[in-house]
């Protein structure tokens, strides 16, 4: 049984390029959610999808970030212009409920490294 | 909003014996407290977790314990082995609901 798969596994670019992250969730998972984990910062939500609606974005650091959900099978995190502090282990995770307390099933992170 | 403190960031255990690792949060209307593992290069991976209804959780080894009053919860880990070792995340619901997550505690496990 797959998990969430995500992919690249390692991305690095340099300052000013654009790069995209990619998640398919869990199938039949209706529910998904983009985090961001650094040292200083810990793990963070960026955004939650219900039903391939964004609901909450509040964590979205600035416009240079932006998530797509085309359909209930893929997802994507953009970020134009990437800068050195994008670095970090970005995790897409996924849910069949339509809440925060149903249980998150994590992928296993694309490390992003910006020069 | 919420804040989640974590302690202790590192912990050190012979195998066999037990682990504890205590979080404390502020706000009094968080109702969900899951704990998750991460090993090295994965996600987190969900290993318990307990409502505000509940007072203590157990699963084979591992154990959580919840005291709304005093605003804690912990997690315990009896008869500990190698494969603990990773990092240990608690998490809270904030008022809006979203999950936020405490500093992470390393555990090593030495046989």
């Known amino acids: 049984d797959a998990g969430v798969i995500q992919s690249p596994r390692h991305e690095v670019t340099e300052m000013g390029q654009e790069v995209t992250l990619r998640c398919k969730p869990i199938?039949?998972?209706?529910?998904l959610f983009w985090y961001r984990q650094t040292m200083m910062r810990g793990l963070e939500l960026l955004i939650y999808?219900?039903?391939?609606?964004?609901?909450?974005d509040s964590g979205m650091p600035e416009d240079r970030f932006s998530a797509k959900m085309p359909n209930a099978s893929f997802s994507t995190l953009k970020i134009q212009p990437s800068e050195p502090r994008d670095s970090a282990v970005y995790f897409c995770?996924?849910?069949?409920?339509?809440?925060?307390?149903?249980?998150?099933?994590f992928g296993p992170g694309t490390r992003l490294t910006v020069l | 909003g919420e804040n989640v403190e974590q302690h202790p960031s590192t912990l050190s255990v012979q195998e066999g014996d037990s682990a504890v690792i205590k979080c404390t949060y502020s706000?009094?209307?968080?109702?969900?407290f899951p704990w998750y593992k991460q090993e090295l290069g994965k996600g987190p991976q969900l290993i318990i977790d307990?409502?505000?209804?509940?007072g203590e959780k157990k699963d084979q080894r591992i154990a959580v314990t919840l005291n709304k009053t005093a605003k804690h919860f912990s997690l315990h880990i009896t008869e500990t082995q190698p494969e603990d070792s990773a990092v240990y995340f608690c998490?809270?619901?904030?008022?809006?609901?979203?999950?936020?997550f405490g500093a992470g505690t390393q555990v090593v496990v030495t046989p």
């Open positions: 706000d009094s209307a968080s109702n969900y």
């Open positions: 999808f219900n039903n391939n609606v964004p609901i909450d």
């Open positions: 995770a996924s849910s069949s409920g339509q809440s925060y307390t149903d249980t998150q099933y």
């Open positions: 199938s039949g998972h209706n529910s």
């Open positions: 307990i409502r505000s209804n509940v």
């Open positions: 998490a809270v619901t904030d008022s809006w609901g979203k999950l936020q």
